[in-house]
């Protein structure tokens, strides 16, 4: 019995709410790559996120629970819309010569 990938995320606070509704039903998940990204949080694309894993048994469970808290954007009547502008290119291209090369963007997030 192995761990299986169930889900990844860029942000760290949506992947910690993952984390938190399938431990709250008793199973073990396990955020990989945290404790890197926390420390050098520029290296979230590279090392593709935060990744949401839990046992082969459990997995058919966590992920039927996150699709009932999916991104908004897959639910109907609710949209996520992430939007950049001029300011946000100049900022990331700032922000990536600073971070030694690695690609930071940013960009606000609206919630409908």
């Known amino acids: 019995m192995?761990?299986?990938?169930?889900?990844?995320?860029?942000?760290?606070v949506e992947a910690m709410i993952a984390r938190?509704?399938?431990e709250a039903a008793g199973m073990l998940a396990i955020l990989q790559n945290?404790?890197?990204l926390s420390v050098q949080p520029q290296y979230v694309g590279p090392l593709g996120g935060?990744?949401?894993v839990v046992s082969e048994?459990?997995?058919?469970d966590a992920v039927s629970m996150l699709s009932e808290i999916a991104p908004v954007d897959a639910r109907e009547g609710e949209l996520l819309t992430v939007t950049g502008d001029f300011l946000d290119r100049v900022l990331s291209a700032t922000f990536t010569i600073l971070a030694g090369s690695a690609p930071m963007p940013i960009r606000q997030r609206t919630w409908s």
């Open 57 to 60: 048994f459990d997995l058919d």
């Open 2 to 12: 192995g761990l299986r990938l169930v889900a990844h995320y860029y942000d760290p």
């Open 34 to 36: 945290y404790e890197w």
């Open 20 to 22: 938190s509704v399938i």
């Open 50 to 52: 935060y990744r949401l």
